[in-house]
């Protein structure tokens, strides 16, 4: 049976007893049903791991920790997905897919075309939702690093302040001239992808990418939905770069 893995907030150090979080605590002993003694394994979010035994007084959660673990599993390259917002809770697939495909980063934007609209109160509590999810998400896949996440913006904000210089960056589009494979052959370890939501980038924010450098590309001659674009595409590019 896999080592239970948790996700600590409170930076971390070698030879220490630790108290929990109350939610990491509530997960591991009231969810998970853990005993006293059982070992666990936490990261901080700064790189490595370290091995725990989890301690029960009065009803409260410690660890005490072991010796740190250098063990990383990211990707060689960096890629930053620039997906634009889509319906429902698609979101919340997307996120955890691109942790456990290896994404350095997410960026959501709210694109002339998405039919969700985040913004105030309610872009709060997604974000708060959807940093939930990349935190669990890297505790399964074995990360040791947060992806990072930004909160919703329009194309034209982060492309005003994107500095892609010496960076590949990708937009994608089902009837573009060139191909995935074509674009990425001879790029760096620093991949940008730009997916649309249901309906596509508009012709507007396709100028705009197009004067910051951004390439349109495709991938095969099917239509892929939002969802799915850019997940089949960071997969792609991992073999393609031969980082697996």
Sequence with gaps: ??????????????????????????????????????????????????????VVERKQGYARIGAHQP???ELPGEVTLVQGLPSGDKMDWIIEKAVELGASRLIPIVAQRSVLQLSGERATR????????????SEQCGRNRIMALSAPRSLQSY??????????????????????????????DQIVLMVGPEGGWSDEEQAMA???????????????????????????????????
């Design 1 to 54: 049976m896999a080592i239970p893995r948790f996700f600590c907030p409170i930076p971390l150090g070698p030879n220490q007893t630790l108290e929990l979080p109350q939610e990491l605590a509530h997960h591991a002993l009231r969810v998970l049903r853990l005993k006293p003694e059982s070992d666990i394994l936490l990261f901080d979010g700064r790189g490595g791991q370290y091995p725990a035994k989890l």
């Design 71 to 73: 063990t990383e599993v």
């Design 126 to 137: 997604r974000m708060v939702r959807w940093t939930h999810i990349a935190q669990s998400a």
């Design 159 to 188: 492309l005003a302040d994107a500095n892609l210089a010496g960076q590949l960056a990708l937009l994608c589009h089902p009837e573009a001239a060139h191909t995935l494979a074509q674009a990425v052959a001879k790029s760096g």
């Design 210 to 244: 197009a004067r910051k450098g951004v390439i349109p590309v495709k991938f095969g001659d099917r239509v892929l939905r939002t969802e799915t674009a850019g997940l089949a595409l960071i997969a792609a590019i991992t073999a393609l770069k031969h980082w697996v």
